[in-house]
């Protein structure tokens, strides 16, 4: 009972990204995507006005509140997902902070893994407690998970793999936690993308993205989803309309275009890291590789159990005292000619990063220990470029 199938599935990934939502087969359609490049919608006449706002009729009126080019983008990813609806925002972080907002009220607790993304640590630490939500931490394997829950526990936020060490949190223990305490449970599949993890097929009741990595996958837009049941999704654009994170239309065709995509990108990306992940663990001067693809990973297991591949997000520390460590991973960092050295993940070029520099920023030592990050470590996202090329590049930089 692995693969609990919630909705019939007609057609595969690829399939679904390029014609999902889209009506293809009506005389002189566009093959090609049109952008509803509009702020408003014209109500016609005044009864459409007078139904509209007695809630008779559904219509678009501007495009914060709706567009239909969002609603393409939306299709195309609650099909990928699984799920009976989603909804796109102006960000991931947007798809995030609304999701939880749109749950939790003062006086509220919830439970996330404590190694997720440190702009979603950062909005728990600091910004839920303020508005007094209760944050609790757990470590990704869930240990001790069911001390944390009290009578004002809401629900449970999960992030697999993690970032950077590429932790994983077993997808069907989360969500029979969550059902058996009667919390929503809700995951950021950013890193894994619907292709090789589908979370609600495992129970989880929704499922968030940073669109800006791969799912949009060409470092060109800045963009978030969530996806999850009618009932919760209209929540969701509820606080996304107020708080005012939803898409730009233009923003919505860049994804569109880049999920057309997604299918062979991801595959390809995740033949590759696999490559560049056996390379680097072989190579003399490093010390560890994280890669849930490797047999010497802890969770390559899992992996294999609840993923349909393990991705193209990948770190590495270099050998030595962490002092050493870090001016190696620097020095590598600096002479890298493939790889970009920049921030973000998940598209077409290969970068490199230092978290300590720049997803864990600010974090104290015993937070960084907390996340299983050290000051050497690198983290490597792997694009589409030859991977031929970019172990070569590897080999050239750490020499
Ligand atoms: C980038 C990222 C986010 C934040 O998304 P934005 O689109 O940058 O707001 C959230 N979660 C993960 C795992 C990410 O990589």
């Given at each position: 009972?692995?693969?609990?199938?919630?909705?019939?599935?007609?057609?595969?990934?690829?399939?679904?990204?390029?014609?999902?939502?889209?009506?293809?087969?009506?005389?002189d359609a566009p093959v090609g995507v049109s952008i509803a490049r509009t702020a408003n919608f014209v109500f016609g006449d005044t009864e459409r006005m007078k139904l509209r706002a007695e809630g008779k009729l559904s219509a678009y009126i501007y495009t914060r509140y709706g567009n239909p080019t969002l609603a393409l983008a939306e299709k195309k990813i609650a099909a990928l997902e699984g799920a009976e609806e989603a909804i796109v925002t102006a960000s991931g972080?947007?798809?995030?902070?609304?999701?939880?907002?749109?749950?939790?009220?003062?006086?509220?607790?919830?439970?996330?893994?404590?190694q997720i993304y440190g702009g979603s640590y950062r909005?728990?630490?600091?910004?839920?407690?303020?508005?007094g939500i209760t944050v609790r931490f757990v470590e990704s394997d869930l240990g001790g998970i069911e001390r944390l829950v009290t009578p004002r526990t809401k629900a449970l936020y999960v992030e697999t793999p993690t970032n950077p060490t590429l932790r994983l949190v077993d997808l069907e223990?989360?969500?029979?936690?969550?059902?058996?305490?009667?919390?929503?449970?809700?995951?950021?599949?950013?890193?894994?993308?619907?292709?090789?993890?589908?979370?609600?097929?495992?129970?989880?009741?929704?499922?968030?993205?940073?669109?800006?990595?791969?799912?949009?996958?060409?470092?060109?837009?800045?963009?978030?989803?969530?996806?999850?049941?009618?009932?919760?999704?209209?929540?969701?654009?509820?606080?996304?309309?107020?708080l005012g994170g939803s898409m730009d239309p233009e923003a919505a065709f860049l994804l569109i275009r880049g999920m057309k995509t997604l299918r062979v990108r991801v595959e390809h990306q995740h033949r590759s890291a696999?490559?560049?992940?056996?390379?680097?663990?072989?190579?003399?001067?490093?010390?560890?590789?994280?890669?849930?693809?490797?047999?010497?990973?802890?969770?390559?297991?899992?992996?294999?159990?609840?993923?349909h591949g393990f991705?193209?997000?990948?770190?590495?520390?270099l050998k030595g005292t962490p002092k050493a460590a870090l001016a190696a991973a620097r020095r590598f960092c600096d002479r890298v000619k493939v790889f970009l050295l920049a921030a973000s993940l998940g598209g077409v070029e290969s970068l490199v990063v230092l978290p300590i520099y720049t997803s864990h920023t600010g974090m104290s030592p015993a937070e960084l220990k907390a996340s299983g990050v050290e000051p050497g470590t690198v983290r490597v996202s792997i694009g589409l470029e030859d991977p031929e090329d970019l172990i070569e590049d590897l080999r050239q930089a750490l020499a």
């Open positions: 009972m692995k693969h609990k199938k919630v909705a019939k599935k007609q057609w595969g990934d690829g399939t679904i990204a390029i014609h999902m939502g889209e009506d293809h087969h009506r005389g972080s947007a798809a995030i902070s609304s999701a939880l907002l749109s749950l939790l009220r003062a006086g509220d607790e919830l439970i996330s893994t404590q909005l728990m630490r600091d910004t839920l407690p303020r508005l223990r989360a969500a029979e936690f969550a059902k058996e305490w009667g919390l929503v449970s809700l995951i950021d599949n950013t890193f894994a993308s619907p292709i090789l993890q589908k979370p609600i097929e495992f129970g989880f009741d929704m499922v968030l993205h940073s669109a800006s990595k791969y799912l949009s996958g060409h470092s060109d837009v800045i963009a978030g989803a969530a996806a999850g049941s009618a009932a919760l999704i209209r929540q969701v654009r509820e606080t996304v309309i107020g696999l490559e560049v992940a056996r390379y680097l663990s072989k190579h003399p001067k490093v010390a560890r590789v994280h890669y849930p693809g490797l047999s010497s990973h802890p969770d390559h297991a899992l992996a294999k159990r609840q993923m991705g193209s997000m990948m770190a590495f520390e």
